[in-house]
């Protein structure tokens, strides 16, 4: 049973984790689509929603938590001078996953997650 599980562990330890999901989100909010396997994406998908959000936010304290998170002062002004306003009058839901079917070498699942597009 699954209860109360909250996030998955994608068969690492903590710290391998937490790089391979920072290093997701950097390029996810850089490039704004990324492709990647399909667990991995909805992973990626709950960080990368939270460092938009607080670009929304906009305050001191939320630019210093985006940027504890994302180690990169450049991107950090990205999220909150361009991603941010692009964002503004919607509540969440600033990411899709589009499945792509499984993987050649190994059959993993793969998916394309990107950003939406504001118009949307």
Known sequence: MRHRLGYNKLSRNSG????????????????ESIRTTE???KEA???????????????????RQA???????????????ELA????????????ILKLGPRGGDGAPMARIELIDDEE
Do not use: Q
């Not at 391998?16 to 490039?31: S, T, Y």
């Not at 306003?85 to 899709?96: E, F, I, W």
């Open 39 to 41: 667990p991995k994406a």
């Open 85 to 96: 306003p692009r964002y503004a009058d919607r509540n969440g839901g600033y990411t899709r």
């Open 45 to 63: 998908r709950r960080s990368a929603e939270k460092m938009i959000t607080l670009g929304k936010d906009g305050s001191l304290h939320a630019r």
């Open 67 to 81: 940027l504890k998170f994302l180690n990169d002062k450049d991107l950090v002004a990205e999220v909150f001078e």
């Open 16 to 31: 391998h984790r937490k790089a391979l999901l920072r290093n997701l989100v950097k390029d996810l909010l850089r490039h």
